[in-house]
């Protein structure tokens, strides 16, 4: 009878016990591993990802233990990535080309966080420079590309003098570059070796995604860099006033971590002067230079192959190819490529162009004069747009317009060709726009100690104390 009156009572605990878990309050703590993945997928920033990986073990297990990967490329596919804030180049000149006429900066490029990254921050808006990037050997570096979390940097560090044989105009050109990848965000950088150690025209200078099998973002360990040069034909020792482009790939890899140079010439492909060829835009993985010889150089990234973009004869009759007058964009999600022009009389023209098709068509075409009344001041409104407008930077979205006063900035809507004043940007942002986003992955910690180490710091307390007091605490 006992035996069955203890079996009964165990019973009756067991199951008071069942019904007050059951009765009792649930929390996040209850869910299982995948409902508790589905509800870390709807974070909106990286930033609280990485804050919710730092709450206990288990979800630090979810978002970067052995199944971190494939949620960090879930969570990568449903949130893509945004920008904390833009850096913005100080191009004084508007000058493309890196010839004997560019004048380098006199200051670092400007960061400006977005309203997002300043609400994520609870000391307030996130600031970032580049302040930890030792200077140039001749004078401060210019912003040049920026991607993801990189920004690439150009300086000058040595200016070459050619062979008297040679002509002036391509002697006063040349140099070595200065080339520096950086990461504002965890003070980072690093340096890229030269081109065979000689001295080169630079057209330009642009960073690649590194290493696309493993799935990898673009970051400090993964990351290419691209060098197009001018090289000049000349024969019997003399130039013959036009060149070709040649394109050097920086790439880091081997055992001791050595940068190795792939270069990549194109001799059919022939340019002007290098101070008539001037950067013209980069879009769907291919960069375009703009020459007054009414001709545009296409470089495609995957291929490192140049080719020439056909115009349409009457298309090229009334086109004006200038420093800051042409630039080629994106045309979103139609996969179409565009060319902006601002024509002398200050007009903004849009041509499109379609893939496989040859025929470009003006789709839209403003004149800034009318637009732009009311959005100035009255003294201001009669000479705002008189003289050479600059354009200094555009995307697949808009473009942005320097009067030559300088008074203000405008931007034209590609879509609507609205004109808008740029009061937020300030007009000292004379240079392309970066925008900048967070490493990826995130960086994810958690605090691991389950007690362990706290019972070995005491039972080592306990070690050091006199016998006679672990006796007295004993009894």
Same mark, same amino acid.
């Given at each position: 009878?006992?035996?069955?009156?203890?079996?009964?009572?165990?019973?009756?605990?067991?199951?008071?016990?069942?019904?007050?878990?059951?009765?009792?309050?649930?929390?996040?703590? %209850?869910?299982?591993?995948?409902?508790?993945?589905?509800?870390?997928?709807?974070?909106?920033?990286?930033?609280?990802? #990485?804050?919710?990986?730092?709450?206990?073990?288990?979800?630090?297990?979810?978002?970067?233990?052995?199944?971190?990967?494939?949620?960090?490329?879930?969570?990568?596919?449903?949130?893509?990535?945004?920008?904390?804030?833009? *850096?913005?180049?100080?191009?004084?000149?508007?000058?493309?080309?890196?010839?004997?006429?560019?004048?380098?900066?006199?200051?670092?490029?400007?960061?400006?966080?977005?309203?997002?990254?300043?609400?994520?921050?609870?000391?307030?808006?996130?600031? $970032?420079?580049?302040?930890?990037?030792?200077?140039?050997?001749? &004078?401060?570096?210019?912003?040049?590309?920026?991607? /993801?979390?990189?920004?690439?940097?150009?300086?000058?560090?040595?200016?070459?003098?050619?062979?008297?044989?040679?002509?002036?105009?391509?002697?006063?050109?040349?140099?070595?570059?200065?080339?520096?990848?950086?990461?504002?965000?965890?003070?980072?950088?690093?340096?890229?070796?030269?081109?065979?150690?000689?001295?080169?025209?630079?057209?330009?200078? *642009?960073?690649?995604?590194?290493?696309?099998?493993?799935?990898?973002?673009?970051?400090?360990?993964? *990351?290419?860099?691209?060098?197009?040069?001018?090289?000049?034909?000349?024969?019997? &020792?003399?130039?013959?006033?036009?060149?070709?482009?040649?394109?050097?790939?920086?790439?880091?890899?081997?055992?001791?971590?050595?940068?190795?140079?792939?270069?990549?010439?194109?001799?059919?492909?022939?340019?002007?002067?290098?101070?008539?060829?001037?950067?013209?835009?980069?879009?769907?993985?291919?960069?375009?230079?703009?020459?007054? =010889?009414?001709?545009?150089?296409?470089?495609?990234?995957?291929?490192?192959?140049?080719?020439?973009?056909? $115009?349409?004869?009457?298309?090229?009759?009334?086109?004006?190819? /200038?420093?800051?007058?042409?630039?080629?964009?994106?045309?979103?999600?139609?996969?179409?490529?565009?060319?902006?022009?601002?024509?002398?009389?200050?007009?903004?023209? #849009? *041509?499109?162009? &379609?893939?496989?098709?040859?025929?470009?068509?003006?789709?839209?075409?403003?004149?800034?004069?009318?637009?732009?009344? /009311?959005?100035? #001041?009255?003294?201001?409104?009669?000479?705002?747009?008189?003289?050479?407008?600059?354009?200094?930077?555009? %995307?697949?979205?808009?473009? #942005?317009?320097?009067?030559?006063?300088?008074?203000?900035?405008?931007?034209? =809507?590609?879509?609507?060709?609205?004109?808008?004043?740029?009061?937020?940007?300030?007009?000292?942002?004379? /240079?392309?726009?970066?925008?900048?986003?967070?490493?990826?992955?995130?960086?994810?910690?958690?605090?691991?100690?389950?007690?362990?180490?706290?019972?070995?710091?005491?039972?080592?307390?306990?070690?050091?104390?006199?016998?006679?007091?672990?006796?007295?605490?004993?009894?």
């Amino acid at each position: 009878m006992g035996t069955e009156s203890l079996r009964r009572s165990n019973i009756c605990r067991k199951r008071k016990r069942r019904n007050q878990l059951t009765a009792g309050p649930t929390s996040v703590h %209850d869910l299982t591993d995948d409902l508790l993945e589905l509800v870390l997928l709807r974070l909106d920033s990286p930033i609280g990802l #990485v804050r919710s990986a730092a709450t206990c073990k288990r979800w630090h297990r979810l978002m970067a233990g052995t199944y971190g990967a494939a949620f960090l490329r879930r969570f990568r596919s449903l949130h893509p990535p945004q920008a904390i804030g833009t *850096f913005y180049s100080i191009n004084l000149d508007g000058s493309r080309s890196y010839g004997q006429d560019h004048v380098w900066p006199e200051m670092d490029p400007m960061f400006v966080p977005s309203s997002a990254s300043a609400s994520d921050e609870p000391s307030g808006a996130l600031q $970032l420079s580049i302040d930890f990037v030792p200077p140039a050997n001749r &004078g401060t570096r210019e912003l040049v590309d920026g991607r /993801g979390s990189l920004l690439l940097l150009l300086g000058e560090k040595d200016r070459t003098e050619r062979p008297t044989c040679m002509c002036c105009w391509i002697a006063a050109d040349y140099m070595t570059p200065d080339l520096v990848v950086c990461e504002p965000l965890t003070r980072q950088y690093q340096a890229i070796p030269p081109p065979s150690g000689r001295s080169v025209c630079v057209l330009g200078a *642009f960073l690649l995604d590194g290493d696309t099998s493993t799935g990898a973002a673009i970051g400090m360990k993964n *990351f290419r860099v691209l060098l197009v040069h001018y090289e000049p034909d000349y024969s019997n &020792g003399e130039v013959n006033g036009h060149g070709h482009p040649l394109a050097s790939v920086f790439t880091r890899g081997g055992r001791n971590g050595r940068w190795h140079c792939g270069e990549k010439d194109e001799v059919g492909v022939y340019l002007p002067r290098l101070d008539e060829v001037q950067l013209a835009g980069r879009t769907g993985g291919r960069i375009y230079w703009g020459c007054e =010889d009414k001709q545009v150089v296409v470089l495609d990234e995957r291929t490192l192959q140049f080719s020439a973009m056909t $115009l349409a004869e009457q298309m090229m009759k009334w086109l004006e190819f /200038g420093r800051d007058n042409f630039r080629v964009v994106g045309g979103g999600h139609s996969g179409m490529v565009r060319i902006v022009h601002l024509t002398y009389d200050g007009e903004v023209e #849009v *041509f499109g162009h &379609g893939r496989g098709n040859d025929d470009w068509v003006l789709e839209m075409r403003v004149r800034m004069e009318e637009a732009s009344r /009311g959005l100035v #001041v009255e003294h201001e409104e009669e000479d705002c747009f008189a003289g050479e407008t600059r354009i200094i930077d555009a %995307d697949e979205s808009l473009v #942005v317009l320097l009067p030559p006063n300088e008074t203000c900035l405008f931007s034209v =809507d590609l879509e609507t060709m609205m004109l808008k004043r740029e009061d937020g940007r300030k007009k000292k942002y004379n /240079g392309t726009a970066f925008p900048y986003t967070l490493p990826w992955p995130p960086v994810m910690r958690a605090c691991l100690d389950d007690g362990t180490k706290r019972r070995k710091r005491r039972r080592k307390r306990r070690r050091k104390r006199p016998s006679s007091d672990r006796n007295e605490q004993s009894s």
